[in-house]
Nanobody, 126 residues
């Protein structure tokens, strides 16, 4: 059974920071692509935020480049999202996700990923 559990969301003022964590009970964590998506409102499509490749390099959506940093600890099966210089438009539910690297041709699409957490709410006030 694959289980992803996010934590670290909350309420923060614009310009502030939050660090999201994802605990992954997932076989082969160290060889999986792990990522973050957001959903701005119920019924909306999940939007790509960023991902960490097994070797630790990362990809980011243009909207978060230079502000967000993804990291992973393969020994602890943990994924992190450090969010700095937060803006009100970053307000969303953030989801941790995992997938197989050979299915990542279109990693920016939610359909490329096979495991999802329940999400954690991030609210940025102006």
């Amino acid at each position: 059974q694959v289980l992803l559990r996010e934590s670290g969301g909350g309420l923060v003022q614009a310009g502030g920071s939050l660090n999201l964590s994802c605990e992954a009970s997932i076989r082969g964590f160290s060889v999986r692509a792990m990522g973050w998506f957001l959903r701005r409102a119920p019924g909306k499509e999940r939007e790509f935020v960023g991902l960490s490749w097994p070797g630790g390099s990362a990809e980011y959506a243009d909207s978060v480049k230079g502000r967000f940093t993804i990291s992973r600890d393969n020994a602890k099966n943990m994924l992190y999202l450090q969010m700095n210089s937060l803006k009100p438009e970053d307000t969303s539910v953030y989801y941790c996700t995992g997938g197989r690297t050979y299915q990542m041709e279109h990693y920016y699409r939610s359909g490329a990923w096979d495991s999802w957490g329940q999400g954690t709410q991030v609210t940025v006030t102006s």
